[in-house]
Each structure stands twice: as structure tokens, then as C-alpha cells.
């Protein structure tokens, strides 16, 4: 129905002001006008949009239902209760159920009843669900403006639930990020007190190997001094004896002089012990030079970039470092292969290597009979396999597969950290792209397999 259907309805008379048709229906666009007979005289546009098969002449009760005031629906009995608040329902299947709320003002003269009212609605999504929106609404439509406000408001609580939403996930990456910095805090104090532990082992057992032959080139170099003052003292004597000036002894005076001298000085014993003293000193001053090489390349600082190195040395220098914890309880037997240099970091490799060795050299303890510590290295296709293997009790398999978690030991209080492991698989897996395994049976000993890609992490990968 056109505008000029709605002009059928007679202008509102207020006060002496007749409003024409279309300021009527833009003043009001949802108004319905009515006669005595409840026939319709006019429907505002919108309105008319909303039940378009209302028609001019169409009782109202067809299009409408009065939910309030409680009265009859007569244009009387809404003269009688002129300002009372209206509710119409629009009427299925003509109207879409909507509800409006208004006011009705009647004409006296040409009795005919006009609804000014809008939607009873609180925001805008139920006015999208009957297919209305904001421009549907007068200017001067005080419900325009309620619906405005709270579509703020909503956007407002939306915005401030979403900052909310936000706030709490930021506290929650913040308590995550928290503790992930406690747990690393955790994980560099226990690195340290490993490495703290593992450095006194390593002092006290390189003290000790450095003692002996320092001992023995103690001992021999006080030998060999009194050994030269007796040499010196039997030189003096045969200076002495060979003095030709006056008063000179005769020939055999000085060979018996010179016997007694010789004899006092034990001639034959210094001729044969002072070389060999001579020997041992050298001896051990190379073992003392040799543990001094093999403490620094096994304290090499890895730099930043990995580089090649020969894991055959590396091994021999960690033997070297580690022999004190080793000789009392175990025999090595060394079978290194032909291999590679190997892309890796060392100086951390020197760490998993002596991890190895001592934890093999502390299965060994107590045993009845003295064992045996295999070393082996291997190459094939690209990947560098070194192997460390004892003849101890074996690891039960209740525990084997617990044995590379943090923390966790079969030592005594005080004598591990839980660490050693857990770090090399770390220096293996995650540094180094290669991999790290157990093989244990019960009473036939262990052994760790380590296998390390010689191009370096990803080299090996297909």
C-alpha cells in the first residue's frame, strides 16, 4: 500500500493543527488509523510494510490484538481512557507477532481512533528479526534513542568482555611465562649442581692421577740429589787421590783410596738406578703433561658454531680425564673405528661421553670381579655411532624407561643429581639432531648407543 493509500486516513486534529498525509507518515510511521466499525482508515508505511495484506476497510481485529489496557476494543471505550498506554500485537499471519506500543488519540469529530506508537523492543537485534532497522524510526521517536543507547551499552559490555577475554589470557601467558621461568631457573641450578658434582669428582680423581707421578719425580729428584753428592764426593776423592805434589801418596795408597771411595759410594747401584730414576721422572712428567692436554681439550668452550671434530679424540681425552674414576673397578677395551669428523659442539659431547663412562664405572661398584668398559665407534651412511658398554648387574626393566626423565636416579642421596642423563639426551636429541638409546638385560650390563649425523643436525634427517 502506496503513501497515498495512508492519505485515505483522516489528517490528526490537535489543537486546531490538521497534519497532512506525509508528514503523518513520517512523523508516525508505524501509526493505524480507525473508525467506529473498526475498519481501517490508515496505516503509517512501515506498518503497512510489515502486514501488507491489510487493507483499507479490513477490520483491525483481523490485523491487530489489544494486549493492554484490559478494555473492550472500541474507539469509545479509548476515548474514554485518553493518555492510557496501548500494547498491539500484530497478528500472524498477517503481521509477524510484533508488538507495538503507543498511545491512541481520538477525533471527535469524525470518530476515528489514530494508534501513534512504535515497536516494544530493548534493542536493535530484535528489530532485525522482524526486518526492521534504525531508519525505520521517526527522528523525534523517543524508542530510536533508547535503542541507540543500548546498542552502545551492548557494544560497550561486548568490548569490555572481549578486554576481559584478553586481560585473563594475558595473565594466564603471564603465569605461564612465569613459570616456565622458574622451571628454567629449576633447570640451570640442577645443570649447575650437576657439573658442580661431576667437577669434584673430576678434581679429586685428576688430583689423584697427578699426585702419583708428581709423587714418583718427587722422590726420584731427592734420589738423584743425593746421588749427585755422593758423586760429587766420590769426584773430590779422585781429585784428590790424583794430586802428584809433595808428599804425594804411592800408586797403590791411591787404588786403595779410591776402592774405599768407590765402595762407600756404592758406585754400582748409582750406575744402574740413576738412569732408570732419570726415566721415571720423565715418565711421569709426560703423564702429568698428558692429563694437563687432555684437561684442556676436554674444558674446550664450545664457540656459538658448530665445527668438525674427531669423536675418536674426543673419547681417548675423556679416558684420559676419567681414568681415576675408572681403573679401580673396570678394564677399558677400546675399539675405535675409521670415522669421520663429526659437525658438532665437543666440548658437550666431551660431557655426554664422561656421563656415560662414569655412570658404566658406578654399575661396576661392588662387583666381585673386576669388569670390563667397552668403547666403540662406528660409520655408516652418514651417521657416526658411538657405543659404551659394561658387563655390570644390567638396569631392571621396571626403571629402564625412566632412565632420560629429569631428576630421576638410582643413586644415593648425595651422589647424583638425576641430571646426567637427561641433559645428554638433550645434547644429543635437541642440539646435535642425532639420538641417544639404552639397551640393558639383567645381569648381562648396558649399553648406550649415541648416534650423531657427521653433517650435522638435519643432515641425517632423511
Partial sequence: MTSSASSAGPPEHRGGLTLPPRVLDAAFPFYLAFDEQLMIRGLGPVLQRLVPQARIGQPVTDVAHLVSPPLPFTVADFAAHPGALVLLRLLPPTGPGLTLRGQVVVDDDSRTALFLGSPAVNDAAELFDHGLSMEDF????????????????????????????????????????????????????????????????????????????????GDNTRFLASSYSTMLELLLEYRACLDGGPGALSWQERRDRMT???????????????????QQSLEGIERVATLVRAMKAFSYRDQAERGHADLNDALRTTLTVARNEIKYVADIALQLGDIPPVVCHVGSLNQVFLNLLVNAADALQGASTRGTIS?????????????????GPGIPPDIIGKIFEPFFTTKDVGHGTGQGLALARAVVVQNHGGSIEVFSEPGSGTRFEVRLPVEGPGAGAS
Avoid at 651412511?381 to 658387563?391: E, I, L, P, R, Y
Fill in 138 to 217: 521517526a527522528v523525534h521517536d523517543s524508542l530510536l534513542d533508547r535503542l541507540y543507547v543500548n546498542q552502545a551499552q551492548a557494544i560497550a559490555v561486548r568490548d569490555a568482555a572481549q578486554l576481559a577475554t584478553r586481560l585473563h589470557a594475558a595473565q594466564a601467558e603471564s603465569r605461564r611465562l612465569a613459570d616456565a621461568e622458574k622451571a628454567l631457573s629449576r633447570e640451570i641450578e640442577s645443570r649447575h649442581d650437576q657439573k658442580l658434582e661431576a667437577l669434584g669428582r673430576l678434581s679429586a680423581g685428576i688430583a689423584h692421577e697427578i699426585n702419583t707421578p708428581i709423587q714418583f719425580v
Fill in 260 to 278: 774405599n771411595a768407590e765402595a762407600a759410594a756404592d758406585i754400582d747401584y748409582l750406575a744402574s738406578e740413576v738412569p732408570l730414576a732419570v
Fill in 375 to 391: 668403547v666403540t665407534t662406528s660409520h655408516d651412511a652418514g651417521w657416526v655411532t658411538v657405543s659404551v658398554q659394561d658387563n
